[in-house]
């Protein structure tokens, strides 16, 4: 009798934890995004510490900061059912309103505070297409924390299937 009472609790542990796992991975694009802009983000602060521009550093170490907070919320995912991650969701719409406001600056005279390292039209042009790319991306990832918010993603269903298989 003991033997099948650990056998139960271990099937049951098992159980939980696909649960918990299929919760999680729920955000995992959402997670990998994250983390390439808070790297992304700490690059570029790491490179403007080095040219020693105070505009960029002040901007750039606050995107990093609020990368990071995301990250943290992303992390929590794993105990944390719920189905929002309003601190993730904020950051998103500042990181596409940052890159929309960068890709303006990238016109302005004061750039080389913000870009030292942008010398030419041509690299110009590629850093836009490096926000282009950051703005859709955050964008994408928005889009899908609001589908698993109302419900729409396919992690629910599977979800709920684990679930009725008790």
């Not at 918990?20 to 510490?49: E, G």
């Not at 919320?73 to 500042?94: A, C, G």
């Not at 110009?124 to 859709?136: D, E, T």
């Amino acid at each position: 009798m003991n033997s099948s009472s650990e056998k139960n609790k271990v099937e049951r542990k098992k159980h939980d934890d696909k649960i918990k796992y299929l919760y999680f991975s729920r955000y995992l694009m959402v997670r990998y995004c994250v983390v390439i802009f808070l790297f992304a983000n700490l690059f570029w602060l790491l490179i403007l510490v080095q040219y020693k521009k105070l505009l960029g550093i002040i901007l750039s170490g606050i995107l990093t900061l609020f990368s990071c907070i995301a990250a943290i919320e992303q992390l929590t995912k794993m105990y944390n059912h719920k189905s929002d991650v309003p601190i993730t969701r904020i950051y998103f719409w500042i990181q596409i309103v940052a890159n929309t406001f960068l890709i303006f600056c990238l016109f302005l005279p004061f750039k080389l505070q913000i870009f030292p390292f942008i010398t030419s039209t041509s690299s110009s042009y590629f850093m836009i297409a490096i926000l282009l790319v950051g703005i859709l991306l955050a964008y994408f990832c928005e889009r899908r924390v609001h589908n698993i918010i109302i419900g729409k993603d396919k992690y629910l269903n599977a979800i709920e299937t684990v679930i009725k298989d008790k």
